[in-house]
């Protein structure tokens, strides 16, 4: 069993940035993928970003050149790192851990981009 735990959220103003965090208590090493996802109010979780165990990363077409995720093995954390911060922006942001036969997500963390 991991815990996967979101930190870094909170108020910004358009254009802004923020880098958010996801905390796991065990490896992540052996997991296939660390993503990160998001849900606005009203809406469906939907899959902004992720890496790869070997790297490889992925984007959503509305955050490319905005957005990277990157991860620390040794720290057992991913982060998020959103720049150009848009109204559209705003919502929940969850980790999920995926693995080959295990799926983990953290609790989430609040994200307001507004002036």
Known sequence: ?????????????????????CAASGSIF??????????APGQQRELVAGITRTGSTSYDDSVKGRFTISRDNAKNTVYLQ??????????????????????????????????
Do not use: H
Request: hydrophobic residues 35%; neutral net charge; glycine residues 12%.
């Open 1 to 21: 069993q991991v815990q996967l735990v979101e930190s870094g959220g909170g108020l910004v103003q358009p254009g802004g940035s923020l880098r958010l965090s």
């Open 30 to 39: 052996s997991f296939n993928a660390m993503t990160w996802y998001r849900q």
């Open 82 to 115: 959103m720049n150009s911060l848009k109204p559209a922006a705003t919502a929940v942001y969850y980790c999920r851990a995926e693995g080959a036969l295990d799926d983990y997500w953290g609790q989430g963390t609040q994200v307001t981009v507004s002036s």
